[in-house]
Structure formats: structure tokens, C-alpha cells
């Protein structure tokens, strides 16, 4: 049963507690749908506190229908509500529109958890979504922290986002909604194959399913989170490291060059990531050939010499020090 399983991941992860505020980002489609219900299933359990938010990115002519949608949705369930809508495509003239998209979504639910003192965040990422992730990143190419995938639960800038049915598939989700005879909206963008994930949800993974493992969807939701795992593990140890041997300046992080380069291989590419989302704060254009362009610099080039990388990162190798710096 779905709701037993639900329950299941979300005590095995630990991502609800008793008297928990909870902002549930719902969209208007199937997952984020079947999360509320699901959730609202446990409320009196945990004493959970649930509060709804949609964000409307006016990307379609009938975004208005969803919004409209989810507001009845909060009445039937009689949950508080925030909404707010804002121009895409306008914003995606600065950018790519996915993670314009992203960024803004993200930036609405911190509001909402900050305006209703809430510290939990949930999204309906299902395990569908996971091997989908996982798939993409690596046909794009992707080191460990890509291959971590989607997490059940992440801490960032004082919150903590959940995502129960990370444990669920789409298939179940599907089922739970129609036994309930749970109405939701369909975004019919999903269902072409322009996007590259779309792709592999319709094309790729029915082909892995079918000729090599049936349980693909499973294997690469293990593996992701095997790596996740492993990859906070070196992250920690990185970060440690960073702390003792980087010199923090004010446009510049410095390392003595000589310790720099008794680490691990693993640890050096990490400070070097560590020190560009310092200086930048984020990791945006920066690419695996530019870590090697950057061990070309350290192991090959002659001293004094400089790399210089997108959005005006610079990487100086001196007889002492290994420098990165913003200009």
C-alpha cells in the first residue's frame, strides 16, 4: 500500500518529525498532488502543519487554471495557501529558462517557509525522477556529485528540503490518484519529446526496461544514492582540508603550493570547486575541461603561469602558492 510505503521512506530517511511546519510545493500535477494528499494522510499522526505553495511561471496561456486548481485544492483539504506568479520567459532572456525556472521556484518556497516561520520545504520528486536525473547527467557527463542525483533531504540556506516519494514510482502515484479518483492538471509540455529528459522518460528508459533490466528505474535510484552518500563523505573531508589550508581573501583564495600538491587527486579538484563557489558563488560554466586545464597548470606549466576561466576566474601557480582569484 502506498501510504505504508510513504511512511516507510520518510521514517527510514528521516524527513518528518512530530509538530513539523511543512510548505508543500504543488504545481497542480500528479506528484505534487499525491504528495499533499499523502502528507495531509499523516498530519494528524505527526501533528504536522501544512501550508501550500504555487508558483505560476506563466508558460502556458492556461497557467491561470492551475493556480485556480490548487486554490480549491486548499479549500477541499482546508490547508493555508500562498501563491505568486512571475514572467519566465521573460527572466530566461538572461538565461537558460530550466534553471531560471529552478532558481525562481526555489526562491518562492524559501519565502513562503521564511513568512510562515516554516523550516521544512517538500517537493514530489518521485523515483522515476531519480533515474531520469541520474540518466541525464550522465549522458551529459558528470562527476560524483551529478551521479548523487535528487536527494531525499537537503539542507540549504537554513532549510530543509524533503522529497518523500523519492521511495515511489510514477506507476504508483498514477495508481493512488485514480483509486482515490484524485483529479490533477497535466502540463502537456511533458509529453514532448524537445526536452532531453522527456526523451529518456518516453524513449530511453522503456528500451532499458525492456531489453536489458526491468528494473533499471530501481538499480540507478540505488546507485544515486550510494553515490550521494560517498560523495558527502570526501565533500566533509574536503571541506575540513579547505578550512586548514586555504587562505581566505577578499578576491582571492590562496594554498601553499607544495601542500597543495601532497593530496589525493579527489581532494585537490574538490578545493579547487570549494574555492571557485567561494569566490563566485556558484559553479555555473564550470566544466571538467577546466579542471584539467587547471592540472595542466599545476603539474606541467612552468611557474608564473596563468589559467583563466569563465566569469573571470583566474588560476596563478607562483613558486609558492597556488592562487585563485575573481577579477
Do not use: W
Not at 578545493?271 to 560554466?285: A, C, D, F, Q, V
Amino acid at each position: 500500500m502506498i501510504v505504508k510505503k510513504f511512511k516507510k521512506f520518510i521514517e527510514d530517511y528521516n524527513l518528518v518529525e512530530r509538530n513539523d511546519k511543512i510548505v508543500v510545493g504543488v504545481s497542480g500535477g500528479p506528484d505534487s498532488v499525491a504528495l499533499l494528499y499523502l502528507l495531509n494522510s499523516l498530519k494528524k499522526e505527526f501533528f504536522l502543519s501544512l501550508h501550500i505553495a504555487h508558483l505560476d511561471h506563466r508558460l502556458r496561456k492556461d497557467s491561470y487554471k492551475d493556480v485556480e486548481f490548487v486554490k480549491k485544492l486548499s479549500q477541499r483539504l482546508n490547508l493555508p495557501i500562498t501563491t505568486a506568479k512571475i514572467n519566465i520567459k521573460e527572466l530566461a532572456k538572461k538565461g537558460s529558462i530550466e534553471e531560471i525556472s529552478r532558481n525562481a521556484r526555489l526562491g518562492f518556497l524559501f519565502k513562503v517557509a521564511k513568512d510562515i516561520k516554516a523550516k521544512k520545504i517538500a517537493l514530489g520528486h518521485n523515483l522515476d525522477d531519480q533515474a531520469e536525473t541520474v540518466l541525464m547527467r550522465i549522458l551529459r557527463g558528470s562527476g560524483l556529485y551529478g551521479l548523487c542525483g535528487i536527494l531525499p533531504k537537503r539542507n540549504l540556506y537554513g532549510f530543509t528540503i524533503i522529497r518523500p516519494l523519492l521511495g515511489i514510482t510514477r506507476r504508483e502515484i498514477d495508481a493512488y490518484l485514480k483509486k482515490r479518483k484524485i483529479k490533477t492538471r497535466q502540463d502537456y509540455t511533458n509529453l514532448k519529446d524537445i526536452y532531453l529528459r522527456n526523451r529518456i522518460r518516453h524513449k530511453l528508459l522503456p528500451i532499458l526496461e525492456k531489453q536489458y533490466n526491468k528494473n533499471i528505474k530501481n538499480i540507478l535510484a540505488n546507485m544515486a544514492e550510494i553515490i550521494g552518500y560517498d560523495y558527502d563523505c570526501l565533500l566533509k573531508l574536503a571541506q575540513n582540508v579547505f578550512l586548514k589550508k586555504a587562505k581566505i581573501l577578499k578576491r582571492k583564495i590562496e594554498f601553499n603550493f607544495k601542500e597543495f600538491l601532497k593530496l589525493e587527486p579527489a581532494l585537490q579538484r574538490m578545493l579547487i570547486r570549494l574555492s571557485i563557489y567561494r569566490l563566485k558563488g556558484n559553479l555555473r560554466r564550470f566544466e571538467f575541461r577546466h579542471i584539467k586545464e587547471i592540472e595542466g597548470l599545476i603539474f606541467r606549466r612552468p611557474i608564473n603561469s596563468v589559467v583563466d576561466l569563465p566569469q573571470g576566474i583566474s588560476v596563478i601557480k607562483n613558486k609558492n602558492k597556488l592562487i585563485i582569484s575573481i577579477r
